[in-house]
């Protein structure tokens, strides 16, 4: 599930939809929402960006490095 998760917030930084993120991934919209509110409730936050920030600030492949 960790692993789903990062997976996940790294195609919401790429600004992929929910709907794309599932059709990437191989599964329903739904799991998607699921594993996002999940990682919202654990971070503590609403907000996409804080939440696109913290993965940025964390993994920093995503800016090539």
Same mark, same amino acid.
Do not use: A, M
């Given at each position: 599930? *960790?692993?789903?998760?990062? =997976? ?9 939809? &929910?709907?794309? &993120?599932?059709?990437?991934?191989? *599964?329903?919209? #739904?799991?998607i929402t699921y ?5 919202? =409730?654990?971070?503590? #936050? ?9 993965y940025h ?9």
């Amino acid at each position: 599930p *960790v692993l789903q998760g990062i =997976r996940i917030l790294r195609y919401l930084s790429e600004g992929k939809s &929910i709907k794309e &993120i599932s059709k990437h991934l191989n *599964v329903s919209p #739904t799991t998607i929402t699921y594993h996002y509110q999940n990682i919202k =409730r654990k971070l503590g #936050t609403n907000s996409k960006s804080q939440i696109i920030d913290l993965y940025h600030r964390t993994h920093t492949d995503s800016y090539g490095s």
